[in-house]
């Protein structure tokens, strides 16, 4: 599966933690992310993960683009909902773009444990039959 990983700077701690709790189970699949997440993450967890531009910089538009061409399977976004972004219409659009594709989308760290074990559990093989 093609997962996305994204996070708000001050939701980077969150992503960071969740990906070494879930390497194990992250490390079975092909990962993406935005520029200082997915560099974040890779310092922490050796997770080999394709990075994109930041989200202000374009990212959240590029893992858009793979999502309109059916190459993003699940998409783990944690959203700081507290802080103005100065780039809200691209994040919108990306979420938008979950919604058309029927793409699964969590925002916070309780969706994401719920997905994780979902998908290491094999409840995402739909997306292979498509």
Avoid at 62 to 74: P, S, V, Y
Wanted: glycine share 8%.
């Amino acid at each position: 599966m093609n997962i996305a990983l994204i996070a708000h700077d001050k939701k980077k701690k969150d992503m960071v933690n969740f990906t070494v709790a879930y390497a194990s189970i992250l490390e079975k699949h092909t990962l993406f992310a935005t520029g200082t997440t997915g560099m974040k993450i890779n310092e922490a967890t050796g997770l080999d993960i394709e990075r994109f531009q930041s989200g202000p910089l374009g990212g959240d538009q590029q893992i858009g683009a793979k999502i309109a061409n059916n190459e993003m399977d699940l998409v783990i976004f944690f959203r700081d909902p507290l802080t103005a972004q100065p780039h809200e219409p691209d994040i919108t659009a990306l979420m938008r773009l979950c919604d058309v594709y029927q793409i699964p989308l969590v925002t916070n760290l309780g969706g994401a444990e719920v997905m994780i074990r979902a998908l290491d559990e094999g409840l995402f093989d739909w997306r292979n039959i498509q």
